[in-house]
């Protein structure tokens, strides 16, 4: 007889074998428009030869623009979405489309998970990836609904996502089933 992995969650238990939500910002790509104008404006700037303002004011502007532009298109892009992936080992956060910044927390390292009805980027500091001391850490999308992590150092992690309720019930049951 095969013994069971110790983080596995036991067959007949209520939760699903793993559990995965999203968030979305649409206002995002908003911002990530006025990057891309930013950019193609540095462009515009950089092959137009018709500049009479002298050639240090014209690198600077190009320069200028085209950094403007790539931070905030680039900065946006990454936090338009979140993914939220529970399964039997780990809580997985993967932001944007292309999943960076990602951030796996192992369930052994949980405390205890809350439902956070209402999570705000003003609360926050604004959107993305976020720290405050006396907070923790964060990954908020959009305001709404969220998970809190209490981890076993004291810390705390927050992320929104959309049904937020049924992830803390599938990591509390995770948790559960591992006697934590």
Request: aromatic residues 6%.
């Amino acid at each position: 007889m095969r013994d069971q992995p110790r983080d596995a969650v036991p067959p007949g238990s209520d939760a699903p074998e793993q559990w995965t939500g999203h968030a979305t910002n649409r206002f995002q790509w908003v911002l990530a428009a006025l990057g891309a104008a930013c950019l193609a404006l540095g462009i515009e700037l950089a092959v137009d030869v018709a500049w009479s303002g002298g050639l240090a004011a014209l690198v600077m502007s190009v320069v200028g623009l085209l950094a403007a532009g790539l931070l905030i298109l680039f900065g946006t892009l990454a936090f338009v979405k979140v993914k939220v992936k529970v399964n039997d080992d780990a809580l997985e956060v993967r932001c944007g489309h292309v999943g960076l910044p990602r951030r796996r927390i192992p369930l052994r390292d949980v405390v205890e998970a809350d439902h956070a009805p209402t999570v705000t980027p003003r609360h926050w500091g604004g959107w993305g990836y976020r720290w405050r001391p006396e907070k923790g850490t964060a990954v908020v999308v959009r305001r709404g609904e969220g998970v809190v992590l209490r981890l076993g150092d004291g810390r705390f992690f927050t992320v929104t996502v959309d049904d937020a309720e049924s992830a803390v019930r599938a990591i509390r049951s995770r948790l559960s089933a591992n006697g934590a």
